[in-house]
DNA sequence: ACCTGAACACCGTTCAAGT
DNA sequence: ACCTGAACACCGTTCAAGT
């Protein structure tokens, strides 16, 4: 267990490792370095703080997304990028979290959005519509992928045995909706969560698609004339 | 500050406004004692430990949430939920991590539910369109707030002076498209991340509508047959 | 019933000291 | 240069004891 050579790069992929195993909330100082062969102290000849720590750990997350290529097909740019989004922060469930409290944004984070920007700026977006699409990309890729890694149960199967067993079930049945939406959608055979995952994107790549059609290049991104605003 | 009774409901509030004005890592037992003017081992005598604590704060939350009313009038129902959302978990900003974390959800958590699927299925929305729709928006609500939440700037003021103050302009300068894009978004007056909270979420609920418009009634919602899928 | 003080097993981090 | 041990100021929580 004790590799000879203590480096910071070491060090920060043993932190992974524990965190994906374990879960954050075991990552102490102590117990990585007992994990990886060393007194608590050692570490700090590599790393300033846990704060440094857990900053190179978000960039090593940052590092494993699938960048889009900037040929100009933004759609399936975004897509490539969002899915591959979705796949690393699910090896990583603790990363999500932390990933939206630092502050201090790392290279591979940089690299992230230089590359994200430029395949919508290379299709032709102007600074309007990549703030829109960023952003609502964003939020759908980063909020699904929240409530995938806090769901109580993965599949159907384990819906049905929380729904049936202990008194949640019980509580349950007083919901009138709860239970339809429960009995018709999360008991039904072949259920999962994630499944939404690709409707979904495509909902918000075509919403895109459209306003851009609209929209006057470069301009502010808005709703079509059909669309209920309510805009004060 | 001490009041002379000390209830579960008091405790809870104080908490509350201990996480709000200071931080949810502000929040320790003994400090929140302190703050009730008590110590901390009276707590114990109204809450069994600091996950019940939690989760009774993150039920308060959901309790401040505006519902939507079940008038067969989905969209604007979805919309005043989701604004409401919005607009707590902002007043909140401990909240929203807190809330995906807990696995047991309080009365006002599934009343909040409740609502919600009573609003869609008002509107006719069937089990698999009720999931669909419930899927998108919640990622959407919860993405934007969490990215929300953590930016560290509000403004473009505040994202001015980050920018030329400090390291991270000369950083930023290396990067072309990241500077074109700090240049004529961030940069540009009256600029504020927020304002793309509606376009957002006009978008999203424009696509539950055309796609509900094109499914078959109850069916798995499905994009239309012009959007580009890969499914396997 | 409600609150307390001492104690236990933890944290992150500083600092002086070892090799 | 790299690692260590003792120590400090914290945590959440148990437990026996006070009123």
Chains 1, 2 share one sequence.
Request: charged content about 20%; proline content about 8%; aromatic content about 8%.
């Amino acid at each position: 267990m004790p590799p000879h050579k203590l480096t910071r790069e070491s060090v920060v992929s043993a932190a992974v490792d524990l965190a994906d195993r374990e879960g954050i909330a075991a990552l102490t100082m102590r117990r990585l370095a007992r994990h990886v062969g060393v007194e608590a102290m050692s570490l700090y000849h590599h790393l300033p703080n846990k704060e440094a720590l857990l900053d190179a750990m978000v960039d090593r997350v940052y590092a494993a997304i699938e960048l889009p290529t900037p040929d100009g097909d933004w759609r399936s740019g975004l897509r490539t990028r969002s899915e591959s989004v979705r796949a690393v922060l699910l090896q990583h469930p603790w990363a999500l979290p932390l990933m939206e409290s630092r502050q201090a944004p790392g290279p591979a984070n940089l690299a992230h959005h230089e590359a994200t920007i430029a395949c919508l700026r290379a299709a032709g977006f102007g600074p309007a519509q990549v703030a829109h699409a960023y952003a609502v990309i964003d939020a759908f890729v980063y909020g699904f992928v929240l409530q995938e890694t806090s769901l109580p149960f993965d599949s159907g199967e384990e819906a049905a045995t929380m729904v049936t067993d202990g008194p949640f079930g019980e509580l349950l049945a007083t919901y009138p909706n709860m239970t339809w939406f429960t009995t018709n959608v999360i008991l039904a055979p072949g259920y999962s969560f994630e499944r939404e995952f690709r409707p979904g994107l495509e909902l918000v790549l075509d919403g895109i698609a459209e306003r851009r059609a609209d929209g006057i290049p470069g301009g502010a991104a808005r709703p079509p004339a059909g669309a209920a605003t309510t805009d004060t």
